[in-house]
Each structure stands twice: as structure tokens, then as C-alpha cells.
DNA sequence: TTGTCATGCATAC
DNA sequence: TATGCCTGACAAG
């Protein structure tokens, strides 16, 4: 279940571990199978995430877009040095298959009898794979998503044009928050509202919405044009923050009030990791007044209702 | 074991 | 506003 800074990590790995290469292409679920032939044999170009979509461009301009929705997952195999991780040691000799890193819902090594290793390769797909992309000694495999797609450059770039600006992604930062205080200030829709609209600002969901209002104290019943221009650049600047945080660690750790002992606690225990986020009825961190849940858009809100007003 | 919910969003009504 | 995607974590029994 990911949030943009997941799909950033995730085009990191297809960077580094299949850019620059031939892919063989399949849909062992079948319902990708004329994208998987269009795309199978093509070297892949270059990945690139926007947002929540990964775009990945083969040789021939083709690119392959995805969206993993709320329970699409990545997994991704490969030899212990093809891996890497920084880590090749023990790969002397036969090379040693390593069992999936799952990129997606949620991020870790899956657990096996073999201490991680593989019997064979490349590994039998597990679920509903609806699209493989697999080298000679990598294999990426695609679960759930809500969006797998080929499209034409044109089409493709009219889909990253549908998007608001990405802060891990713009060339000129400054000047994309820019057209973001714009898009957050010009419309009376709640700012709550309007930060998951992905138009707006591209790769915000649910925990990052609700923790960015609290980190600005402000009630997400705002209506956008009444946000301050400042204080919606202060949104965007602080959304930078969090997103190359997350994109760092892969955890996505919002509150600023940790040491490192805390950080270390809250890696290990979810429920430590948010201001606001899934503590409904619990106290607020900084005032004590229970945090409040309601639905905002068919979608849980969570604000500490004396913080943010 | 079964049921519910979830970090998203396009589509149909 | 409801549904589907097709999965995994967790709670309840």
C-alpha cells in the first residue's frame, strides 16, 4: 500500500537492476498478455516514478505504466550479486538465488526454510503475477496493481501531464511549489481534499495528508482559497521533506520530535511512527485531546481537533 | 478459521 | 456514492 515515496524506491531498484537491459516479458496471469508481447525482448530504458506511477520506457518508446493502487506489490528476485544491496558477500562460486524483496504493501525480505535462498531460478510465480520482467538473473513481479499498461510516448506524456508536481521529480523545485501553491490556493475545496488530489500535488496519500496538516497545525476543513500562500509553500517544502525521508529509509517516520533512540523504537513499532495517523480516540501527542476520525472524500481523516485550528 | 480493513483510484451508477 | 482490483495484516471467535 504505497505512497509516492514506495514507488520511488521501487524505480531505484528497476534502475538498478534491470535499466540497460533486455527483458523478457510474460503475463503468467494472462490478463497483460498483448502488453507483455508488444513489450518482451525490448531493451528497458530508463524508470522513472511520478507520484504513485511507475513509467518505465523500453527501446522502442513504448512505455509501460503502473500503478499499484492499494495492495499492488512489486517482488523482486535475483542472485545474491545481482542483488546487491551493497552486501555481495558469500557469492563465490555458483551463484546463490535469493528469494523475494517485496516493494509494494509492504517492504521486507520474504522469510524462507532455505535461509533465504532459492531452489531454482527463475521461481515459480506466487499469486496473480500479472506481468514478469525477468533477466538472466533478476526477476521483478507484479501483483494487484490497479493500473498495468503500454502506452505510446504521447500517451505516456499526457499521463505524467494529468499529474501535479512531484518534489523528487521536478527540475526547478522551487518553481513547481510554486504552480502547487497555486493549484492549493485558487480552489474553495477543503485543503485536506485537495492534497490527495493527485493533480495537485502528485504522490500524497492518507498517512502523508493526514500528517502533513498536523505538522502545519492546520484543520484540513480549510478551504484552499483561505490557506495562506506561505503557509500551502510551507506544505509543498515540507512535503519534499517527508517524501525524500521515506524514499531514504523506505519508512515513512513523520514525526520531527525524535531522537535517534526514538527513530530506532518508532523503525520497530508502527504505532509510534505518527502524529495523528490511526490514533483515533488516542490522546494527541502535543496537547492530549483525543484524535478525531471522520471521512473525508470516502476516506478516513485524522486531525487533533485543538492542534489544528 | 473467518471477517474486516487498508497507505488508491478508475469506472459505473 | 458503490464497486473492483486480488492481497496481507490483524482481530474476533
Redesign the pocket.
Known amino acids: 500500500?504505497?505512497?509516492g515515496?514506495?514507488v520511488h524506491r521501487i524505480a531505484h531498484r528497476f534502475t538498478r537492476d534491470l535499466v540497460g537491459r533486455e527483458v523478457a516479458v510474460s503475463s503468467p496471469?494472462g490478463?497483460f498478455a498483448a502488453g507483455a508481447r508488444r513489450l518482451d525482448g525490448q531493451r528497458l530504458v530508463r524508470a522513472s516514478a511520478v507520484?504513485?506511477?511507475l513509467f518505465c520506457t523500453f527501446d522502442s518508446g513504448d512505455v509501460l505504466r503502473v500503478?499499484?493502487?492499494?495492495?499492488?506489490?512489486w517482488d523482486f528476485y535475483g542472485t545474491v550479486s545481482g542483488i546487491g544491496d551493497g552486501d555481495t558477500s558469500g557469492s563465490m562460486g555458483a551463484p546463490r538465488l535469493r528469494r523475494a524483496v517485496?516493494m509494494g504493501?509492504?517492504e521486507?525480505e520474504q522469510p524462507s526454510a532455505e535461509g533465504g535462498l532459492l531452489a531454482h531460478f527463475p521461481p515459480d510465480p506466487?499469486?496473480?503475477?500479472?506481468v514478469r520482467l525477468a533477466t538472466d538473473d533478476t526477476v521483478a513481479d507484479l501483483?494487484?496493481?490497479?493500473?498495468c499498461e503500454v502506452l505510446d510516448p504521447d500517451a505516456a506524456r499526457a499521463a505524467v501531464d494529468?499529474l501535479g508536481p512531484d518534489p523528487a521529480t521536478a527540475s526547478d523545485v522551487a518553481a513547481a511549489g510554486e504552480v502547487v501553491v497555486d493549484r492549493l490556493t485558487g480552489r474553495s475545496v477543503a485543503v485536506g481534499q485537495l492534497l490527495?488530489?493527485?493533480s495537485v500535488v502528485?504522490?500524497?496519500?492518507?498517512?502523508?495528508?493526514a500528517e502533513l496538516l498536523f505538522r502545519a497545525r492546520l484543520d484540513p476543513h480549510t478551504p484552499g482559497r483561505q490557506v495562506p500562500r506561505e503557509l500551502a509553500r510551507a506544505l509543498w517544502e515540507d512535503w519534499a521533506v517527508l517524501l525524500a525521508d521515506g524514499i531514504r529509509t523506505g519508512v515513512?517516520l513523520t514525526r520531527e520530535d525524535l531522537d535517534d533512540e526514538g527513530r530506532v523504537a518508532a523503525v520497530i513499532d508502527?504505532t509510534l511512527r505518527h502524529w495523528v495517523?490511526?490514533r483515533g480516540g488516542e490522546p494527541c501527542r502535543v496537547c492530549g485531546t483525543p484524535v478525531v476520525?471522520e471521512e473525508m472524500?470516502?476516506?478516513?481523516l485524522y486531525l487533533c481537533p485543538s492542534c489544528q485550528r
Not at 501483483?143 to 493500473?147: E, F, I, L, T
Open positions: 500500500m504505497p505512497e515515496h514506495t496471469q490478463r507520484g504513485k506511477q500503478h499499484l493502487g492499494l495492495y499492488g506489490a517485496r504493501e509492504d521486507r506466487v499469486g496473480q503475477v500479472r501483483r494487484g496493481p490497479s493500473a494529468r490527495m488530489d493527485q502528485a504522490g500524497i496519500g492518507n498517512i502523508y495528508r515513512m508502527p495517523y490511526g476520525v472524500a470516502a476516506r478516513k
